[in-house]
């Protein structure tokens, strides 16, 4: 049987990863030294886009980066896994956008972004098609989310992240919300207000499926050896939207996205570590 080649397109942020490995993550007003810097590409859309296309979909990522070297950087890995960014475009009045990242021998990790370009995508700029299923986060201007969602056509999948104030649309209109568990609190019962499936992820205990406040199913996330949890939730999200297009039975998508979210933790960097569609079905035969 020929397996569906899921077509996304991708409708959010671009940076360059400044991340710190170290010991332990700093409290408040502390400085802690002895890090290791390496620098990455990431952005939660990036990031989306990237670990859809290694999970076999066809990918369009409609972004903006600044007009300077650190773009070039940022988009290195998209190219190479084949996302089409014909609508990626160049900002000559803002920088590429950058996250300050810190983690953890566990990790766990802190992160301070500053969003450049991605700020400067107002809605008037976004005049591409939205072809296929739409995923979109938070890291850009919340209209702009909003004009992309309205102009979705297919299957419409938004990443509530960072957490904050959204137009009605979101709820109204998105067939799936995904947030983790600090996020799922922020919005309160909202959520389960909304029209489509809401996915809550808990890390390393997994997911849940509601509609409606109830709940349809849950999955374990395989256990692994975490190094670098930064980009798992992106691998999640961009997981769940394949097996979605693919149409996967609601809880075998689920254990899809746990098991790629899961494979992400263990390597470092956001990018380089979103894992490809047979290590993730490997990990699946194996967790079984």
């Not at 997981?239 to 996967?248: I, Q």
Request: net charge negative; hydrophobic share 50%; with cysteine.
């Amino acid at each position: 049987m020929t397996r569906i080649i899921p077509r996304v397109t991708v409708v959010g942020s671009v940076n360059l990863d400044f991340v710190a490995t170290g010991a332990r993550l700093p409290s408040p007003g502390e400085t802690v030294t002895g890090a290791v810097l390496a620098r990455y590409p990431g952005g939660k859309g990036a990031n989306q886009a990237l670990a859809a296309a290694r999970l076999g979909a066809a990918v369009t990522l409609i972004a903006r980066v600044g007009n300077d070297v650190m773009a070039g950087e940022a988009l290195t890995l998209l190219a190479g896994a084949g996302v089409n960014l014909q609508h990626c475009e160049s900002d000559a009045d803002h920088p590429t956008g950058v996250a300050l990242i810190a983690v953890n021998a566990d990790g766990e990790n802190q992160i301070v972004v500053t969003p450049g370009a991605n700020a400067a995508f107002t809605p008037d700029r976004l005049r591409d098609p939205v072809e296929g299923a739409l995923v979109c986060q938070l890291e850009l201007p919340v209209e702009t989310v909003a004009r992309a969602i309205a102009m979705a056509k297919g299957l419409v999948v938004v990443n509530l992240a960072p957490a904050m104030a959204v137009p009605d649309i979101v709820f109204s209109r998105a067939d799936l919300i995904i947030v983790n568990q600090t996020e799922a609190a922020w919005y309160g019962e909202r959520l389960h207000d909304a029209a489509g499936l809401v996915a809550i992820t808990y890390g390393a205990k997994g997911a849940k499926l509601f509609r409606g406040g109830q709940m349809l199913c849950e999955a374990a996330a395989p256990l692994v050896q975490a190094m670098d949890t930064t980009g798992a939730g992106d691998c999640f999200v961009a997981a769940l939207t394949v097996a979605l297009v693919e149409r996967m039975m609601l809880h075998d998508a689920l254990r899809f996205a746990c098991a790629a979210g899961a494979l992400a933790a263990t390597k470092a960097g956001a990018q380089p570590s979103l894992p490809s569609r047979a290590e993730v079905d490997a990990l699946l035969i194996q967790s079984n």
